[in-house]
Nanobody, 119 residues
Framework: QVQLVESGGGLVQPGGSLRLSCAAA????????MAWYRQSPGKEREWVAG???????TYGDSVKGRFAISRDGAKNTVYLEMNSLKPEDTAVYCC?????????????WGQGTQVTVSS
């Protein structure tokens, strides 16, 4: 059974930093496409960042230069380092994994962690 468990969310002041973690079970993050998405009330889900083992990480325009996605194969965990946070970064952040088996992709999602940026 695949599980993605996010942690690290919370309340932070504008300009602050947070690091989110996504601990995976049932898949190998080093051989999967891993991504972070976010969603705030009244808005569509937004892709934030993604990474594979063979490409450089990619980022949405709204977070480029401030966020960094990384993975730790030994811990089977993906991280999202968030710096220079803004109130508009407030959202539920979800971890996503895409696993390819016999040419068919399967999406897995975590339950999400709330990030609130406010003074």
């Amino acid at each position: 059974q695949v599980q993605l468990v996010e942690s690290g969310g919370g309340l932070v002041q504008p300009g602050g930093s947070l690091r989110l973690s996504c601990a995976a079970a049932g898949i190998v993050v080093s051989s999967s496409y891993m991504a972070w998405y976010r969603q705030s009330p009244g808005k569509e889900r937004e892709w934030v960042a993604g990474t594979t083992s063979s490409t450089i990480p990619t980022y949405g325009d709204s977070v480029k230069g401030r966020f960094a996605i990384s993975r730790d194969g030994a811990k089977n965990t993906v991280y999202l380092e968030m710096n220079s946070l803004k109130p508009e970064d407030t959202a539920v952040y979800c971890c996503n994994a895409v696993v390819w088996r016999l040419g068919v992709p399967t999406n897995y999602w975590g339950q999400g962690t709330q990030v609130t940026v406010s003074s």
